[in-house]
């Protein structure tokens, strides 16, 4: 497929996406030159790639997945203790392939929970990826998940390990107290982080207490917000329940992860203070891993999942900014789509999902340079086998996908 930087060349299809008019333009004319997208309309430029009766889109986006986790081979109950860093890095070769001929071109790594001797594996699939090394998403990567003693993201957590089984260390994000939350944002910081992922509360997988449960302190949660902003990095968290909801609104994190027992008054201050919801619901529509769950974790996912239906629809009629976010592994990567779809059935407008996975997601991650169909930005693009305005299961099935004006099968 064409891809010279020098050279012109134009995707023609039926018809083309326009995300911010909310409507699909036939037919679709897409000009390309390098990485970029120089011209939308008019006659086509160059070589042809024609794309038949398929439909162009925005690459999409996705707010929530952890590459380094998941996917072909991985025991959970027994990977954190058998799997090494070099084994974690090759299979999430496989993750980011299967993740960016899904259609979706970038994502937010949202916190390894891992043990990797304080190296940043998603930093460095990212600059694997940037160098055309090997084939994936654009990544914006949080390092490790910032967690303490016991909360959920402390990976011994999931297994319910005995003391001192599998030691974890501030530079891998087990951080207790002020100090050493400091070090720890400090230390993704200087490796390369581009976002902070802490812990909020409990959830589904936690052995112990409560979902909705707030695992840091008011102060702890102040200090991982005032790290992080004074070096320009949002921070995002995993977060269940309405009272721990509102400590981390209150204590200026920037995203709410999951949300899903979020009631009235705190969507309103979300609303009021600007905080973004990644509602990953598509979880509620089950998880593989609960197939061999304990009784006690299913039932707390029963009691949790009806709720997260409900509360993401009220969220979005008071106005919270939500982005798109699948979970992956939770929603096996490559299947990211299913959020999209599952926003739809809560009731969630077509437009406002795609955009979800597309202009707002830019939003969020601060990139002007993506998210939709426009003269001057990146030439991230798919191409679908129908209107998504009319049915999102089309996300599911991407035909098409070029990123960065490089052509990759969809």
Request: net charge negative; charged share 25%.
């Amino acid at each position: 497929m064409p891809s010279s930087e020098n050279k012109t060349f134009t995707l023609k299809a039926a018809g083309l996406l326009d995300i911010d008019k909310g409507e699909v333009v036939r037919p679709g004319i897409l000009k390309i030159q390098g990485d970029r997208i120089v011209g939308v309309g008019g006659k086509p430029e160059g070589d042809v790639v024609d794309l038949g009766d398929l439909i162009l889109m925005p690459g999409l986006m996705d707010m929530e997945v952890n590459l380094l986790m998941g996917g072909r081979g991985e025991v959970a109950e027994t990977g954190q203790m058998k799997d090494d860093p070099p084994l974690r890095m090759m299979r999430a070769v496989g993750n980011a392939r299967r993740t960016l001929r899904a259609g979706f071109t970038t994502v937010r790594n949202l916190g390894l929970f891992v043990k990797t001797g304080g190296y940043l594996l998603d930093v460095a699939l990212m600059k694997a990826i940037d160098a055309g090394w090997v084939d994936g998403p654009r990544i914006v990567p949080a390092g490790h998940a910032i967690t303490p003693t016991g909360g959920h993201l402390d990976p011994t957590m999931f297994g319910a390990f005995a003391p001192h089984v599998l030691n974890l260390s501030v530079e891998e994000g087990l951080a207790n107290g002020v100090d050493e939350i400091r070090r720890a944002v400090r230390h993704n910081i200087k490796h390369g982080a581009q976002v902070i992922k802490t812990c909020g509360s409990g959830g589904v997988l936690s052995h112990t207490g409560h979902a909705g449960a707030q695992h840091y302190s008011n102060e702890e949660l102040r200090t991982i917000a005032d790290e992080a902003h004074r070096r320009g990095l949002k921070v995002a968290a995993h977060t269940h329940g309405a009272d721990a909801v509102r400590a981390v609104v209150e204590a200026g994190i920037d995203c709410i992860e999951h949300g899903f027992l979020i009631d009235d008054d705190v969507i309103e201050l979300m609303v009021e203070r600007g905080t973004w919801l990644v509602a990953t619901t598509a979880l509620a529509d089950g998880m593989e891993v609960l197939e061999q769950a304990t009784p006690e974790l299913k039932a707390k996912a029963a009691e949790m999942f009806p709720k997260a239906k409900d509360s993401v629809l009220a969220a979005y009629k008071a106005g919270v900014k939500i982005a798109v976010g699948s979970d992956a592994p939770a929603i096996p990567h490559g299947k990211n789509a299913l959020e999209l779809v599952a926003l739809v059935s809560r009731g969630l407008p077509e437009l406002d999902v795609l955009r979800g996975a597309t202009t707002l997601a830019a939003e969020l991650i601060d990139a002007d340079d993506r998210g939709r169909l426009a003269e001057g930005l990146l030439a991230d693009v798919i191409a679908v086998p129908g209107n998504p305005l009319e049915d999102i299961s089309v996300t599911q099935r991407v035909k098409y996908v070029m990123k960065g004006g490089k052509h990759f099968t969809g």
